[in-house]
């Protein structure tokens, strides 16, 4: 059964930092690229960045470039999202996803506000 959780969401001030982390069971987690998606209520959820299985390879929305990093340890099946800089708008519940499935994580909620 593959299974997903998120988790490293909270509550942090404008210019704060945070690292969510995503711990993956149930497939081989090596052999999968891994994605980042956020979702507000009310609107579709959007993509916000992505990294490849093997090489790595990384891509970013515009609004979280520079921003925010998206790393893999593939001994701990995990996948990370550094997040540095935060703004008010990107407050959201943040989701992991297997890339090319539906299988995603329970989300974890971040609150960037003064």
């Known amino acids: 059964q593959v299974r997903l959780v998120e988790s490293g969401g909270g509550f942090v001030q404008p210019g704060g930092s945070l690292r969510l982390s995503c711990v993956v069971s149930g497939f081989a987690f090596s052999t999968f690229g891994m994605k980042w998606y956020r979702q507000v209520s009310g609107k579709e959820r959007e993509l916000v960045a992505s990294?490849?299985?093997?090489?790595?390879?990384?891509t970013y929305a515009d609004f979280v470039k520079g921003r925010f990093t998206i790393s893999r340890d593939d001994a701990k099946n995990t996948v990370y999202l550094q997040m540095y800089s935060l703004k008010s708008e990107d407050t959201a519940m943040y989701y992991c996803?297997?890339?090319?499935?539906?299988?995603y994580g329970q989300g974890t909620q971040v609150t960037v506000s003064a």
């Open positions: 990294i490849t299985n093997k090489e790595d390879r990384t």
């Open positions: 996803n297997v890339w090319g499935t539906n299988y």
